[in-house]
């Protein structure tokens, strides 16, 4: 046996022999890799967005507006109809008419 070498109780029961060496290859490969990563990251943000907007692209300004004025008057449709007297409704409607 080497005097780098390191014993291991593997589960089956046998003895695993571990040099020193092939750890601190190891640990230097994984360090290598989080460098590269960690250089690259902003490449890798910009591909993974690119990939957002191919799957789920952006709507127009025009379309956003709409639907935030379809959600705006079904939220005032519903407040009107939850209101418990005609007086209430129509200072709804006369408050979502101005907005």
Do not use: C, K, Y
Request: no cysteine.
């Amino acid at each position: 046996m080497f005097a780098d070498a390191i014993l291991i109780h593997a589960p089956s029961g046998l003895f695993t022999e571990l040099s020193l060496v092939l750890i601190a290859r190891a640990i230097a490969l994984n360090l290598l890799g989080v460098a590269l990563l960690m250089l690259f990251r902003p490449l890798l943000t910009g591909v993974g967005r690119a990939l957002l907007l191919v799957i789920q692209p952006r709507l127009s300004r025009e379309q956003r507006l709409a639907r935030r004025h379809r959600r705006d008057a079904e939220l005032v449709q519903a407040m009107i109809n939850a209101s418990p007297g005609p007086d209430d409704a129509s200072e709804l409607r006369a408050i979502a008419a101005r907005a």
